[in-house]
């Protein structure tokens, strides 16, 4: 399984960013996918996560309200729509997937991982 996380960028602070995560090699009728951060010096963060079947979400409390998850089956792709970016956004965003039909946020839950994607915000 590959995945391609691309749409990161530099942007200021309130602007938004939509990125996307391409899963190609094998794909799941039913799984999850997720998406994490990794600031410099951090561990990676749990950002929001997606049930395949289902869609069903679950967010990071930093980001709700702010960020939505959504995929497109059709297309194998999951999204990760980020509005009002602040400075503490700032970090290399990465997808994960895993069959599992249910969700985590725990790195360790997931088998399938993207090269990620560097989103820096700017005040």
């Known amino acids: 399984v590959q995945l391609q996380a691309s749409g990161g960028g530099s942007v200021q602070a309130g602007d938004s960013l939509r990125l996307s995560c391409a899963a190609s090699g094998r794909t799941f009728s039913r799984s999850t996918m997720g998406w994490f951060r990794q600031a410099p010096g951090k561990e990676r963060e749990f950002v929001a996560a997606?049930?395949?079947?289902?869609?069903?979400?679950v967010y990071a409390e930093s980001v709700k309200g702010r960020f939505t998850i959504s995929r497109d089956v059709a297309k194998n792709t999951v999204y990760l729509q980020m509005n009002d970016l602040k400075p503490e956004d700032t970090a290399v965003y990465y997808c994960a997937a895993t069959p599992k039909t249910y969700y985590s946020s725990r790195p360790m839950f997931y088998d399938y991982w993207g090269q990620g994607t560097q989103v820096t915000v700017s005040s």
């Open positions: 997606i049930t395949w079947s289902g869609g069903s979400t």
